[in-house]
């Protein structure tokens, strides 16, 4: 396991961008960020594999978000774009044990941060 760290959340309006990053504490394999509504299930966002070139996403956020990584920084990041009401959540970056494949359960991920509030106003 690992320890991770987001930043980047904050408050913005509707069709903004806004990018978060994760700290990891060492090298990880498959990376993900997930988010969560209050009185909802934590859903998956976004994953990357092992060296980057694998990435997959979910329904709703596909063709704004785009998920990235810095190995050598050992640095996650997600790129959101057009950014909309239903995208407010606390969004949490995971590591999973997995090399290869990038799983969408989050019982597959076994290191979690502490999450980081974003809120899009309309």
């Known amino acids: 396991q690992v320890q991770l760290v987001e930043s980047g959340g904050g408050l913005v309006q509707a069709g903004a961008s806004l990018r978060l990053s994760c700290a990891a504490s060492g090298p990880t394999f498959s990376m993900a960020w997930f988010r969560r509504v209050p009185g909802k299930e934590r859903t998956y966002v976004a994953g990357?594999?092992?060296?980057?070139?694998?990435?997959s996403y979910g329904d709703s956020v596909k063709g704004r978000f785009t998920i990235s990584r810095d190995n050598a920084n050992y640095m996650l990041y997600l790129q959101m774009t057009n950014l909309k009401a239903e995208d407010t959540a606390v969004y949490y970056c995971?590591?999973?044990?997995?090399?290869?494949?990038?799983?969408?359960?989050?019982?597959?991920?076994?290191?979690w941060g502490q999450g980081t509030q974003v809120t899009v106003s309309s």
């Open positions: 990357i594999g092992w060296g980057g070139d694998s990435t």
């Open positions: 995971a590591a999973s044990p997995s090399r290869y494949s990038i799983p969408r359960g989050e019982v597959l991920y076994d290191s």
